[in-house]
């Protein structure tokens, strides 16, 4: 068995990796492919799956986990404002912080299961949120978010003659950056900060995986299983979960320095109650406690949220256009409601049907098409054992 | 733990790493960017960008914004009855779209919130080609978008924004705004209220909690301060709010006499019912009978506080009853083709929608920098205000500004406020040092690319 994981580690590996790197390519066609949306997926990606190493594995549902977003934001923004533009110093400070605040809140937390454990990291994220919206108004510029001026310090950059702000860079090199290509009939974005993001996203993918894979994950599977019968066999759980949460958040603390890697501002909204929902929805859509689900779900989600709410009714009746009006008319009158403003209404409802009928989430979904595709293979070739269909765990 | 695994090598991983870097390098080899300025648009169309809130507390406020930009582009591309551009002076749009290209628009959600408008913007940037985003309807939300726009070299052309950090401390040179500001309406309302309510009034602020809110208070607490009022205290309300009650009832035990609403859209609707249903309008504090003021007003929110308005001083930056050819052009166009007639934020944006394709159209590109060089400094007129100009030092337009009232007795769904005063320019202008503006610096244009 452990040889048949071995291999399939390998090949998940590559897959995702290839996968990454032609983002730019596969999602165009879906007009997802320009930079920022593609730097989301990759954002909301690592986001999720560092939720999932604790809600996936331990099972502990965590409602504020956007704190350390926001956390992470803040911390990387204040490095590009005193320190350097260069991203490095950002993400190792925003990794730090957002550790050290979810070891407090985590201790806290973590003394109570269930549902306590979820009102209470609720809770401390809604004061995080209310802290950074008027308390600390000095430190996170409020409502207002904070952002990027002429006059920061930056130490360690040189005088900034330009009159422009500077954008965030790797040794110099833009993130900001892209290289348009034509190719198959496509305009094709190649974005640095995207490839950035891309290659933080697959380390943290293979960490994760490792993870999974280690003792240490199984010890969590084990919290998930049977908390009890661990603490009864001798075994002090805490510091497993704490490790679990604490990594998590230091996820969480990354995907928010990275967001202000890719655009320079952060605000108190990144840490309100429905960020934190946001990422428990990508986590269960894509499929809890499985390797490639929380990617998936962060990515359909946040296509929904940046494609189908710019579909308005004129885009609509283009689409209708071929049909007769009055045909065309009704189509538009029943679509409209979903699309546009209305996007909550479609994700609400398929969220609803994937809990209902795959509630192992799309990654369910895709291992029972792979599954039915091998039954008819076996039928028709009645020969070997159908195609490996070991799920994308 | 290494056991479990050891299907990766270091070596393995370079290689692969190697692999795909390559294969990264590959198609940038041959790339090289052709245009001058982000989004040089090409075809026969160019796109224009609207970003308005569909949702939250000035969704209606978004909803007659889009309303506006759909008209404007009717109108610029020579459709509908041309509104007003029969009126606007000088004029050098010709009716057949913008330097020959015929306008398209894409649209998105602010959601009022900054993260969302800005990945909203970047959208239209990136994926439509925009070559100008417009909109707002909170100033939280436009000053988060005009930093976007200057880095990635588009122009800004503000809408429902009324902060003065907007043109103050966080002004680009990228951005544009149309409406008018807090001082403004401050230096408006002082001498109008100090004739209406008299000396030596205790003032109680509640200010929303964002740019717009702070600038605002600053404002009123000055100038107000100035004519001999006295603050009592000032309270900040997060824009979420809904329920003000817990905010109002203090205010009974404080000895104000008079209440600030630094308030818009969704929350002075519900925080000035509140104060009415407190009674606070029916008291008499120190000998002198309660009074609420509404600095900024629109025609929008006193319709969702119905009767609770009457009587009500505020300010305004354009109001539909006005008399002028130019506006009679905008709300008959409005009017026929959404059957009502038109607020202040569908005024404001449609104006700067001709604005910016007038500006284009003189300087014969959509270049971020060259249209920025034709609307610095523009003077026109017959858009509503009156003779303005967009001052070049901090591009804030710089008009007259209106003092209005709610009406005792209205005559229709629309007729609510009555304008009270127009106050001219000269009184409401400032230098662009101002203290309540310094702080920033505009920059250099940036074209992107």
């Not at chain 2, 309270?235 to 329920?243: A, E, F």
């Not at chain 2, 000269?426 to 074209?447: I, R, T, W």
């Amino acid at each position: 068995m452990f040889e048949k994981l071995k291999n399939n580690d390998k090949l998940i590996m590559l897959g995702f990796t290839i996968m990454v790197f032609a983002g730019p390519i596969i999602l165009a066609p879906f007009g997802a492919g320009y930079p920022d949306l593609l730097q989301r997926f990759a954002i909301f990606g690592i986001f999720a799956i560092g939720f999932n190493i604790l809600f996936g594995l331990t099972g502990y549902l965590s409602f504020g986990h956007a704190a350390f977003l926001g956390i992470g934001s803040y911390s990387a923004m204040w490095m590009f404002k005193l320190l350097t533009m260069n991203v490095i110093p950002a993400l190792i400070l925003s990794v730090i912080v957002s550790g050290l605040f979810s070891v407090v809140i985590g201790y806290m937390s973590l003394r109570r299961s269930g549902i306590y454990f979820s009102i209470l990291t609720l809770a401390f994220a809604q004061m995080s949120y209310n802290l950074a919206y008027s308390v600390f108004t000095p430190i996170t510029n409020g409502e207002t978010g904070l952002q990027l001026r002429l006059q920061d310090a930056r130490i360690l950059d040189a005088v900034n003659t330009s009159g422009s702000l500077p954008s965030p860079m790797l040794f110099g090199l833009k993130l900001n950056a892209t290289n348009v290509v034509e190719m198959f009939g496509m305009k094709l974005q190649f974005n640095w900060g995207f490839y950035f993001c891309a290659i933080i996203l697959i380390a943290a993918f293979y960490v994760s995986l490792r993870i999974f894979r280690s003792p240490f994950g199984l010890m969590l599977r084990a919290v998930k299983t049977n908390q009890n019968r661990l603490n009864y066999t001798g075994i002090n759980t805490r510091p497993y979960t704490l490790g679990a949460f604490v990594i998590s958040g230091m996820y969480a603390g990354l995907a928010g320095a990275l967001l202000v890697c890719t655009d320079p501002l952060a605000g108190p909204e990144r840490m309100q109650w429905t960020a934190s929902g946001e990422v428990v929805l990508m986590t269960i859509l894509g499929g809890v406690g499985t390797l490639i689900g929380p990617v998936i779900g962060a990515g359909v989600i946040k296509y929904s949220e940046n494609i189908f709410s710019k579909i308005n009714d004129k885009v609509l009746e283009g689409y209708f256009a071929m049909m007769p009006e009055s045909i065309s008319d009704f189509l538009v009158f029943i679509v409209s409601p979903f699309v546009g403003s209305g996007w909550h209404l479609t994700l609400g409802l398929t969220f609803m049907l994937v809990v209902t009928f795959l509630p192992g989430g799309l990654v369910e979904g895709a291992t029972r098409i792979f599954d039915w595709l091998g039954s008819i293979g076996k039928k028709t070739k009645s020969a070997k054992p159908g195609g490996n269909t070991e799920a994308a765990e | 733990m290494t056991k479990l695994i050891s299907g990766f090598t270091r070596r393995g991983i370079i290689k692969t790493g190697a692999v795909g870097a390559g294969a990264l390098a590959m198609p940038l080899v041959f790339t090289g960017s052709a245009s001058a300025y982000t989004n040089e648009p090409t075809g026969s169309d160019v796109t224009f960008g609207f970003n308005v809130p569909q949702t939250g507390a000035y969704a209606d406020e978004g909803a007659d914004e889009l309303r506006a930009y759909e008209l404007a582009v009717e109108h610029i591309n020579g459709g509908g009855d041309g509104g007003m551009i029969n009126t606007m002076k000088p004029l050098s749009l010709k009716g057949n779209g913008v330097n020959g290209k015929k306008v398209v628009y894409v649209t998105g959600d602010t959601q009022t919130k900054a993260d969302a408008a800005r990945a909203s913007a970047k959208s239209m940037i990136e994926k439509d080609g925009a070559v100008m985003i417009t909109g707002g309807s909170s100033s939280g939300v436009a000053i988060a978008v005009q930093g976007l726009c200057q880095d990635a070299g588009v122009i800004f052309m503000a809408g429902l924004t009324h902060s003065n950090d907007t043109t103050g401390k966080d002004k680009k040179a990228n951005g544009f705004r149309h409406f008018f500001n807090a001082y403004m309406s401050a230096a408006a309302l002082a001498p109008v209220l100090k004739s209406a309510y008299g000396e030596g009034r205790n003032v109680y602020h509640l200010t929303a909690d964002y740019t717009w809110g702070w600038t605002q208070e600053k404002s009123i607490v000055a100038a107000t301060e100035a004519m001999g009022w006295n603050t009592v205290k000032t309270v900040l309300t997060p824009l979420t709010t809904k329920d003000f009650s817990s905010y109002i009832a203090p205010i009974i035990a404080s000895g104000a006499d008079t209440l600030v609403l630094n308030h818009y859209g969704g929350n002075m609707i519900n925080s000035l019912t509140s104060a009415v249903e407190f009674g606070l309008r029916d008291k008499v504090v120190n000998g002198k009978d309660f009074q609420i003021i509404v600095p900024l007003y629109s025609r929008l929110m006193a319709q969702g506080a119905g009767a609770n308005v009457k009587g009500i001083f505020g300010s305004t930056n354009w109001h539909w009853s006005l008399q002028d050819a130019g506006s009679q052009a905008f709300v008959k166009s409005f009017g026929q083709k959404y059957g009502r007639p038109p607020s202040q934020a569908a005024h404001t944006t449609y104006v700067q929608t001709l604005l910016y394709a007038d500006a284009c159209e003189r300087s014969g590109t959509f270049n971020p920098c060259g249209v920025g060089e034709a609307l610095e400094g523009h003077k026109f007129d017959g858009m509503g205000n009156g003779p303005t100009e967009y001052r070049a030092a901090d591009h804030q337009c710089f008009k007259d500004v209106l003092v209005v009232k709610g009406k005792e007795n209205p005559t229709s769904d629309f007729d609510l406020l009555e304008v009270v005063e127009v106050t001219p320019r000269a009184q409401v202008e400032y230098a662009p040092d101002h203290e309540m503006f310094a702080g920033g610096s505009l920059g250099k244009c940036n074209p992107g690319a």
